[in-house]
């Protein structure tokens, strides 16, 4: 009767072996989501900027005529800024999307080559 030595390193690798994909997603998440928090922190300070700008042109203003030139000056401006902003977010979705879907292709790549070992 053969019998089996506990091999605590092989334990330990087939652990790590394991848990590598889970640890990657895990690590490609925290990036992606300090990428849209920067990128909140972004649109807000596009938002606070163009608000302390509406505040000076309404105390800067002489006549409404004025005033609603300056405001649609700063509407136009801030509509720029944000269409910027949405192609910075549609950037940021879609490398996230490719890089969790390489992940989902590499776990599954390897669950199948383990399986095909075991088998």
């Known amino acids: 009767m053969n019998t089996a030595n506990f091999d605590p390193t092989a334990l330990i690798e087939s ?4 848990l590598a994909p889970a640890l990657h997603a895990q690590q490609e998440a925290l990036k992606a989501f300090e990428r849209v928090a920067r990128y909140q ?3 807000a300070g596009d938002y606070l900027e163009w608000t302390l700008t509406q505040a000076q042109a309404v ?12 405001q649609a000056e700063l509407g136009s401006k801030i509509s720029e800024q944000l269409r910027g902003r949405v192609q910075e977010l549609t950037t940021i979705t879609s490398e996230s999307q490719s890089t969790l879907n390489q992940l989902f ?11 095909k070992k075991a088998a």
Not at 15 to 18: G, K, S
Not at 105 to 115: D, Q
């Open 59 to 70: 105390l800067a203003a002489k006549s409404p005529a004025e005033l609603a030139a300056k």
């Open 41 to 43: 922190y972004a649109v």
């Open 15 to 18: 652990y790590r072996d394991a």
């Open 105 to 115: 292709n590499e776990a599954t790549a390897k669950v199948v080559e383990l399986s």
